[in-house]
């Protein structure tokens, strides 16, 4: 069964930092590219970050570049994202997304986590 797992979201003053992980099954995370996305109130769920299979590849939107960094641990399933220098417009929920081989920047990804909120106070 594919599943992926979020963790690590809260709630940080700005400038702050969290790191956040997804923890996926094998059936979602072997030869997958993972990425990670957000949703703000009232807004669309837009692309943060990705990262392929081999790790050798990586992919920011313009408002991660410099801020956020996407990992991944092979031998343990897990991708994670470190944001640092929050912001206020960075609050959303934060999803862990897989699909095979390649980051697109839109939401064709076949599996997704349940989200987990980042809340950043000003």
């Known amino acids: 069964q594919a599943q992926l797992v979020e963790s690590g979201g809260g709630l940080v003053q700005a400038g702050g930092s969290l790191r956040l992980s997804c923890t996926a099954s094998?059936?979602?995370?072997?030869?997958?590219?993972m990425g990670w996305f957000r949703q703000a109130p009232g807004k669309e769920r837009e692309f943060v970050a990705g990262?392929?299979?081999?790790?050798?590849?990586?992919s920011y939107a313009d408002f991660a570049k410099g801020r956020f960094t996407i990992s991944r641990d092979n031998a343990k399933n897990i991708v994670t994202l470190q944001m640092n220098s929050l912001k206020p417009e960075d609050t959303a929920v934060y999803y862990c997304?897989?699909?095979?081989?390649?980051?697109?920047?839109?939401?064709?990804?076949?599996?997704w986590g349940q989200g987990t909120q980042v809340t950043v106070s000003s």
């Open positions: 094998e059936r979602a995370f072997s030869k997958y590219a």
């Open positions: 997304a897989s699909r095979p081989w390649s980051i697109v920047t839109t939401t064709d990804y076949d599996y």
């Open positions: 990262i392929i299979w081999t790790g050798t590849m990586t």
